[in-house]
């Protein structure tokens, strides 16, 4: 069993979740019980966290992942969420909306191997357009970050070819709608700094502690490196 803080938003997630799985989807985690503050659910054997990094370096690892997101989100497309529904982020505007995980990075991935199985830590789970969770899922999985970052926090043994890395992910999740994929990893990244604001202002850990320790800066560098180095992922979305 897992236990983890309940907030308001927990019995909306749950619902979804066991949605999910009366679709046939057992790559959720089962939720058991609220009470007391608390959420239990149960447990997903696999690598997840800093495992995550390594699982997904080769380019089956990413697609498998890309696979299940897509699993994920069209299972959820025919649920109706409950009139008193609380959203984990805001609702994202846009045509044709699922339920958005909202933190797909890979350390949120349960992975046998370099498969991907499963997908835990609902949290920020709100109705949005597919490419909201996508676009999130790129800045990692490329990762749309510096050289830097991606040898020494991702721990690439070189710098990976972000371009054939975005290609390989859209194509594993097929049939998108064409997006600029610089312009909509730019947003996704500046709403997830938004949340993290409105989270630490709340006194919500570990949200508050980021910040104060300079979170905010650091995401408004990176967003301005995505933004600055356009031509390392460039594509044409709708002909992968």
């Known amino acids: 069993m897992v236990t983890r803080p309940a907030t308001a938003a927990t019995p909306t997630i749950h619902a979804y979740l066991r949605h999910l799985r009366a679709e046939g989807l057992d790559q959720v985690p089962e939720p058991l019980d609220i009470a007391d503050g608390v959420e239990t659910l149960r447990f997903i054997a696999g690598d997840s966290g800093r495992d995550g990094w390594f699982a997904q370096h080769d380019e089956r690892g990413l697609a498998s992942a890309a696979r299940l997101m897509r699993r994920l989100h069209d299972a959820g497309s025919g649920w109706t969420p409950p009139p008193d529904a609380e959203w984990g982020a805001s609702p994202v505007s846009g045509d044709e909306l699922v339920f958005c995980h909202g933190d797909p990075g890979p350390w949120n991935f349960v992975w046998h ?76 990244m500046q709403r997830t700094s938004d949340r993290m604001a409105e989270l630490a202002a709340e006194g919500v850990e570990p949200q508050r502690t980021w910040v104060a320790e300079g979170a905010l800066d650091d995401e408004a560098e990176e967003i301005a490196w995505v933004l600055g180095h356009r031509h390392l992922v460039d594509i044409d979305s709708s002909a992968v």
């Open 113 to 188: 191997g370099q498969e991907a199985v499963a997908l835990l830590d609902w949290d920020f789970l709100h109705p949005g357009p597919r490419v909201d969770d996508v676009a999130y899922a790129l800045r990692w999985f490329a990762p749309l970050r510096s050289d830097e970052h991606a040898l020494e926090w991702h721990h690439f043994p070189a710098v990976p070819d972000r371009r054939a890395r975005v290609a390989a992910y859209l194509a594993a999740y097929g049939d998108l709608p064409p997006f600029d994929v610089t312009t909509e990893v730019a947003a996704v």
